[in-house]
């Protein structure tokens, strides 16, 4: 299932080429370096991940975004792959739309979703929400999540957000609350597509006593302008969808 879901993403982000190159498309590609630590767990992760945004017709735009991650050790034996899909339209200084995603949850397990997302522009701050439902059939597990991030723009290269989110999980009939906030920073090197980034969240199940906390370091190459430019081109949207998915992945 999950593969049909990258292989229909990735028919569509071709057919989508054409219109995306008329207009020069907006996105990234980077690297991270993250820390899990969960009660006495604690694991290092990487991951290389990659968005593409560009109007397809009018105000609509398409985004699609993919990422490999892996724990410590050989990347055959322990990578992991998601993507996303989001199809939104920007009218008046507000985006609105929906998005589908698929992603690694556990050994041979798969978390589909699908959701709505809206971003409000103002001069110097962007507000996201989204709402999502997902289900891991081979876990049966189904997650509902709601989340919100403020974004402040000290410089249009230069972002400060916080975010928070809260999910219900129903795994096998038992019901479990999670509740996940963070905060992160980025900034572009004036002159260069470079910027450089961290964040740091925590996702706490009070049901069974657990807070999750992951730390993150990284780098991107940027393309079609600044960190301002690229949020309302639609290139950030990818930071809507995860929630209580990190509880599933440990992180990655």
């Known amino acids: 299932m999950k593969t049909l879901f990258l292989a229909t993403a990735a028919v569509a982000a071709f057919a989508a080429a054409p219109a995306l190159a008329q207009t020069a498309p907006t996105g990234s590609i980077g690297a991270t370096w993250n820390q899990v630590e969960a009660d006495d767990f604690e694991a290092d992760g990487y991951a290389i991940d990659g968005?593409?945004?560009?109007?397809?017709?009018?105000?609509?735009?398409?985004?699609?975004?993919?990422?490999?991650?892996?724990?410590?050790?050989?990347i055959d034996d322990n990578k992991t792959f998601s993507g996303q899909l989001h199809l939104t339209r920007e009218f008046n200084g507000l985006r609105a739309g929906g998005f589908i995603a698929a992603s690694d949850a556990a050994p041979g397990a798969s978390l589909l979703s699908a959701g709505a997302e809206v971003?409000?522009?103002?001069?110097?701050?962007t507000?996201?929400?989204?709402?999502?439902?997902?289900?891991?059939?081979d876990l049966d597990a189904d997650?509902?999540?709601?989340?919100?991030?403020?974004g402040y723009y000290v410089?249009?290269?230069?972002?400060?957000?916080?975010?928070?989110?809260?999910?219900?999980?129903?795994?096998?009939?038992?019901?479990?609350?999670?509740?996940?906030?963070?905060?992160a920073a980025e900034y572009q090197i004036n002159g260069s597509p470079m910027s450089v980034?961290?964040?740091?969240?925590?996702?706490t199940l009070d049901d069974v006593d657990l807070d999750v906390?992951?730390?993150?370091?990284?780098?991107?190459?940027?393309?079609?302008?600044?960190?301002?430019?690229?949020?309302?081109?639609?290139?950030n949207l990818t930071r809507s969808v995860g929630g209580a998915a990190g509880i599933f992945a440990l992180g990655l």
Request: charged share 20%; net charge negative.
């Open 51 to 74: 968005v593409v945004a560009g109007p397809v017709k009018g105000d609509w735009t398409v985004t699609f975004g993919a990422k490999m991650a892996w724990d410590d050790g050989t």
């Open 119 to 125: 971003q409000k522009y103002f001069d110097k701050a």
């Open 127 to 137: 507000l996201t929400g989204a709402v999502s439902y997902g289900t891991i059939n």
């Open 143 to 150: 997650l509902w999540s709601v989340g919100v991030d403020g």
């Open 155 to 183: 410089l249009p290269n230069l972002r400060l957000n916080a975010n928070a989110a809260y999910s219900k999980i129903d795994v096998s009939g038992t019901d479990l609350d999670a509740y996940s906030y963070g905060a």
């Open 197 to 203: 980034f961290a964040s740091w969240d925590r996702t």
């Open 213 to 235: 906390d992951t730390l993150s370091l990284g780098v991107r190459f940027n393309f079609g302008g600044d960190l301002q430019q690229r949020e309302r081109a639609g290139a």
